[in-house]
Structures are given as structure tokens and as C-alpha cells.
């Protein structure tokens, strides 16, 4: 069995992969649409805020102090996983996604996700580099939550998008290099698939920067096949994480399964078919690294 | 002080850069995007009136403190020398 989220909220699968939780009879359970428009109304504050008299301003030197730091993480990790009624949108309580393969996002934009679906400009980019990419695909009670905000949306509102154009889209963002994530918001409503670059995605940055699960590792990790290695370095470069290098000596790639995050897009720099996902719970210095 | 770790300071000019200066940042960008780890945040100014739907005044705020490098690369950039970092 995967990990802790999929045995609560996977119905026996990965709870990405259950359909019940992309449902509108959950997201009206647990009042999500509230929930959303209080939490993307107010999404490039969610740092500067101070939630209990604390923001996340210089949350690096804040989590390194003695005592201090250890309570703050605690409690940040509480609130990224929160599933308690009283939920704070504001601080973005039960958020959290993971990292997944592009046959994954595809099965989960064809036949899981909620219409109506769109694609809109990545808030983190947004708010980390002033870029407005189209990138973010939402779907669901999320989608009419984003479509009333004008910084997150195309001119004309040329946002929605079939299922088709959905599939389509997440592959060109994964082919540029652009790691595909699902997201809980809040936990266990999913309604959005993001395609990330560190260091501008936020979760990432909380995850990487200062060990903080916001965002969990896929389900898999990538292996080189020997034979089948030309050594040329292109998987290199591609690599978000640098999971992958050449080893000249051995004169082909190899993958470093403990910082691999399975995202899978090497692959699509790889003319000799040397690169393939193996699930995660088979490499045993993988397993349970999410 | 003893057992407290490093504090790197880097500091917005308002006056400069933000709803009373002479710069909207979302017309700039110029520091968010010369940072190599990304230490700046660009959001709507909290605590003034303004459509929460399509704000209009906006701040950029130094937030990833612990891992500027120091390169100076922001101070430089600014056209209104609105940054300082120490
Ligand atoms: S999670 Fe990823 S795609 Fe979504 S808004 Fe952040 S960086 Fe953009
Ligand atoms: S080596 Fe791992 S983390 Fe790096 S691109 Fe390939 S699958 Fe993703
Ligand atoms: S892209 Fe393929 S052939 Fe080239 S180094 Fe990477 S794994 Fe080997
Ligand atoms: S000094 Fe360099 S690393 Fe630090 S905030 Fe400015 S640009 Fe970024
Ligand atoms: S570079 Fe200076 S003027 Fe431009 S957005 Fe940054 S602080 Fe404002």
C-alpha cells in the first residue's frame, strides 16, 4: 500500500486514482466552494499573513531558531494536513498535492477530473516572478472560483478547456519540462492538476527549502536501462531536481533513487529509450520516501 | 548572539516601489525575476481598501530570506534603488 493519504482517501487505490474524491457531492459536503474563493481571493498573501502572530516571512531563520522553530513546524504541518471542520482558507489549511506521472495526469483530466475545466495563469509564477504562464489546469467548483479573479485569467475569458484540449495541454507542459502535481484543496477535494519548476512553485519551495510536506513525491522512480544508455546527457538537463548526471567513467546516466521525485520527465528527452518509471515501493531505498 | 543563526535583512523602499510610490511593481518584475532562488513575493497591498477581486495596489515583499546568496543582483537591477539588503 502506498502512503497514509491513499489508505484514508483512496477507496484501496492511490487517492488520486479514486474517483469520489473529485466529486461535486464532496466539494458541497465539505463546502469547498467557500472554501476556495476565501483561500484564491486572497492566495499571493497566504506568506505574508501572520497566522497565530507568525507569517512566513523569513520562515528559514524562523524555523532554525531553538524551541521556537520546532513548534512552528509542527504546526505547519498540522495545518498543511488539516482536515478539521474549522479549515482556515486564508492559510491554506488541508492543501497539498503530489507529484504525478504524465500517463497519471492524463488518466486523471480524461476521465476524473470535474467539469468544467480550465487553464489558467500559475499563481506562483505570478507572484514569484511577476510571469503569467497558462499552466495551471483546475476543474470542478475550483474552475468558477479562479474564472471570477481577472489576474488569473486570459483576456476575453478563453479559460475553459475540453477534456481533450486538457490531455493535450498537460503533455506540451510535461514535454517543456514542467513536473505535473495533483492537488488536495482542501483535503480530500482534488480539483487541480499544476505543472511546476522549482524554484518558483510554492510547494516545491516548501517541500525542498524547509522539509515541509506540502507536496509529496510520485509513486515511482526512474531507472536507466544500461544497454540501452548512449550517454548523449540530454535526460540531464531536464532534470528539476538533479536526480540524474552522467557518470563518464561508465560512459551512461545514472539515477540517484533517493532524490528522484518519479516526475518522469526525463523520458521525454531520451531518443534511445533508456528511461522507465519503476513504482516506487519496489526500490528499497525509495520506498516510503514520498 | 549565541545559538541564533544568521538573519539576512533586505528591505523595500514603499516610498519608491508599491501604491505610494512611483513604481507599480507589476509593471517591473525587474527584481523578482533577476533573483536566482527567488526571494521576493508580489501581492496585493494588505490593509488598504481596495477590490479584493481585482486589487489594484501591490507590494513585493522579501520572504525567502534565509537563502538570498547576497549576489546584490536586485539592488543593482532596481531602476528606483528602492532595495536594500544587508
Ligand atoms: S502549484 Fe505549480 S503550476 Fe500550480 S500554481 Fe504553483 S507552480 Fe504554478
Ligand atoms: S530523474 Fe527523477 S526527478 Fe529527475 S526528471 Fe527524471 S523522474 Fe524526474
Ligand atoms: S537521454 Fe537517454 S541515452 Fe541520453 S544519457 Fe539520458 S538515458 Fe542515456
Ligand atoms: S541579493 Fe541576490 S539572492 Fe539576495 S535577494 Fe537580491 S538578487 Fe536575490
Ligand atoms: S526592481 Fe525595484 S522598482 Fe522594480 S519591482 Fe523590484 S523593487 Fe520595485
Not at chain 1, 486572497?42 to 512566513?56: A, H, L, T, W
Not at chain 1, 567513467?249 to 519503476?278: E, F, N, Q, Y
Amino acid at each position: 500500500m502506498v502512503c497514509n493519504w491513499c489508505t484514508k482517501h483512496g477507496a484501496g487505490k492511490k487517492w488520486y486514482m479514486n474517483a469520489k474524491n473529485y466529486s461535486n457531492e464532496l466539494a458541497d459536503e465539505l463546502r469547498a466552494k467557500e472554501y476556495l474563493t476565501e483561500q484564491w481571493t486572497n492566495f499571493e498573501q497566504v506568506y505574508i499573513r501572520k497566522i497565530m502572530g507568525i507569517s512566513s516571512i523569513d520562515l528559514g531563520y524562523k524555523l532554525k531558531l531553538p524551541i521556537i522553530g520546532r513548534v512552528l513546524r509542527w504546526q505547519a504541518e498540522r495545518m498543511i494536513h488539516s482536515e478539521s471542520k474549522n479549515r482556515n482558507p486564508r492559510r491554506a489549511d488541508g492543501h497539498f498535492g503530489q507529484v504525478v506521472p504524465l500517463e497519471e495526469a492524463k488518466v486523471i483530466l480524461g476521465n476524473l477530473a470535474a467539469e468544467p475545466i480550465i487553464e489558467n495563469y500559475c499563481m506562483c509564477r505570478w507572484m514569484q516572478r511577476g510571469i503569467k504562464e497558462r499552466c495551471c489546469i483546475n476543474f470542478g467548483v475550483l474552475s468558477t472560483v479562479i474564472e471570477r479573479l481577472p489576474r488569473f485569467i486570459p483576456e476575453n475569458n478563453t479559460a475553459r478547456i475540453s477534456r481533450e484540449e486538457a490531455m493535450e495541454r498537460i503533455e506540451e507542459h510535461n514535454r517543456r519540462g514542467y513536473v505535473a502535481s495533483v492537488w488536495f484543496q482542501p483535503v480530500p477535494y482534488i480539483n487541480a492538476i499544476c505543472s511546476c519548476e522549482n524554484p518558483e512553485c510554492g510547494g516545491l519551495r516548501l517541500r525542498r527549502d524547509f522539509g515541509l510536506h506540502t507536496v509529496y513525491k510520485s509513486e515511482y522512480v526512474m531507472s536507466v536501462d544500461a544497454d540501452k544508455c548512449q550517454a548523449c546527457g540530454m535526460c540531464v538537463h531536464r532534470c528539476q531536481f538533479g536526480a540524474i548526471r552522467l557518470v563518464p567513467s561508465l560512459g551512461r546516466a545514472i539515477v540517484d533513487p533517493k532524490v528522484c521525485w518519479g516526475c518522469g520527465v526525463c523520458r521525454h528527452s531520451c531518443t534511445h529509450d533508456a528511461l522507465g518509471l519503476m513504482p516506487r515501493e519496489d526500490v528499497p531505498i525509495a520506498r516510503g520516501r514520498y | 548572539m549565541l545559538g541564533l543563526p544568521e538573519k539576512i535583512r533586505i528591505e523595500i523602499d514603499y516610498e519608491k516601489c508599491g501604491e505610494k510610490g512611483k513604481i507599480d511593481p507589476r509593471e517591473c518584475c525587474r527584481c523578482l525575476r533577476v533573483c536566482d532562488p527567488a526571494v521576493f513575493i508580489m501581492h496585493e497591498t494588505v490593509g488598504l481598501e481596495q477590490d479584493p477581486i481585482d486589487p489594484q495596489y501591490w507590494r513585493i515583499t522579501p520572504v525567502w530570506n534565509s537563502l538570498c546568496t547576497k549576489c546584490m543582483k536586485c539592488v543593482e537591477v532596481c531602476p528606483e534603488g528602492a532595495i536594500r539588503v544587508w
